[in-house]
């Protein structure tokens, strides 16, 4: 196996870098040591007014991308992968990918580049195009009084943000906007930051707890909330490049890591030389029974915490933990259906 990346690691990547406890027993047989990682149990919506809480079913982590990459790419090197770190992929192709350093001849091509990448213009995608459901991410690293033990989730108009502990006594803050609140930034982020700390005074209380942790922003590449098929071209997507959940619900990472297991059993029977175009389809129609419902569900929650006006309101209501569980259940699997997962790997392995 080849896992081609254009970074070496570790490297820093935009992310809420909270992991649901749907991905622990995966990293778990896996042998992944996530002990640098606090845990997380419990979520706080915090709005105008009012707040809301309630407790996971399990332990979640707080963990950076440039940790939990770093982990997951040296296990794959320890198991056998053939490492081309900090290459540059030029082309792709269904039997082979194009890097700066030469080109590697494929049996099956698996696409792990990211909710955005100019191989989905390549491949014709169709949300490449869409216009109007474009939103940027953006993040930076703090140090401050926490509670290591609790994620936030804050409100602004047409965005939200995410606060949560990571590894080092550190937190991430990280916030999801449209891109038609973004006209005149230019980029700016910290002049963005000031003006939603300006019109939202929970989120100056916030922000004001705390000191970078980092020199600046990292910010990303359009997100596109459209479907996405899983097979392109005859290229296996996963993660991000097979569909993408708000990140509110905190399952992003979670939800990538179990697309590539979902994918384990049709990508050993394309390499069996088995019916290629059936095993396409039939990859497609499991991705989509398996995570479709937990993204429509994550559309629906975006539009609420997207409106501080509304949110409040809706916080109003709830009285009860029982609208959490109810999200949690509708936004991630159980804990069984995850073990299932990882044993069909390590059957196929």
């Given at each position: ?22 991905a ?13 990682a ?53 082309d ?30 390549q ?17 930076r ?21 995410g ?33 939603i ?33 899983a ?12 569909g ?18 979902v ?58 933990p ?9 936004t ?18």
């Amino acid at each position: 196996m080849a896992l081609a990346d254009r970074d070496t690691f570790p490297r820093d990547k935009l992310c809420g870098e909270f992991l649901s406890y749907d991905a622990l027993p995966i990293l778990e047989a896996f042998g992944i040591d996530l002990s640098a990682a606090p845990t997380i149990d419990r979520c706080r919506v915090v709005g105008r007014r009012r707040t809301y809480e309630f407790d996971f079913p399990h332990p979640a982590r707080g963990i950076s991308r440039m940790l939990l990459d770093s982990l997951l790419f040296r296990h794959a090197v320890a198991c056998g992968a053939q490492a081309f770190e900090g290459s540059t992929v030029m082309d792709v192709a269904a039997d082979r990918i194009v890097t700066d350093r030469g080109e590697i001849a494929a049996r099956v091509v698996v696409g792990a580049w990211g909710r955005w990448g100019r191989f989905d213009a390549q491949l014709g995608r169709a949300f490449a195009r869409d216009r109007a459901h474009r939103h940027f991410g953006f993040k930076r690293h703090y140090r401050g009084p926490r509670d290591p033990h609790i994620i936030e989730l804050y409100s602004f108009d047409r965005g939200y943000l995410g606060v949560s502990a990571i590894e080092r006594d550190e937190t991430n803050i990280c916030g999801l906007v449209h891109a038609s609140r973004l006209a005149g930034h230019k980029g700016r982020w910290e002049a963005f930051v000031e003006q939603i700390r300006e019109e939202e005074p929970q989120l100056d209380a916030m922000y004001g707890r705390y000191t970078p942790a980092q020199e600046g922003f990292l910010s990303s590449e359009p997100v596109i909330f459209r479907a996405r098929s899983a097979v392109e071209g005859s290229i296996f997507m996963i993660g991000d490049a097979s569909g993408i959940i708000d990140p509110l619900t905190g399952n992003g990472m979670a939800m990538a890591i179990q697309s590539a297991l979902v994918a384990a059993p049709f990508i050993a029977r394309a390499l069996a030389n088995g019916h290629r175009r059936r095993v396409e389809d039939e990859y497609r129609q499991e991705h989509r029974a398996f995570f479709g419902p937990r993204v429509a569900w994550s559309r629906r929650v975006a539009f609420l915490l997207s409106r501080p006006a509304l949110l409040e309101t809706s916080l109003s209501l709830a009285r009860t933990p029982a609208a959490g569980q109810f999200l949690l259940g509708h936004t991630r699997v159980e804990r069984d259906e995850v073990i299932r997962l990882a044993d069909r790997w390590f059957s196929i392995e």
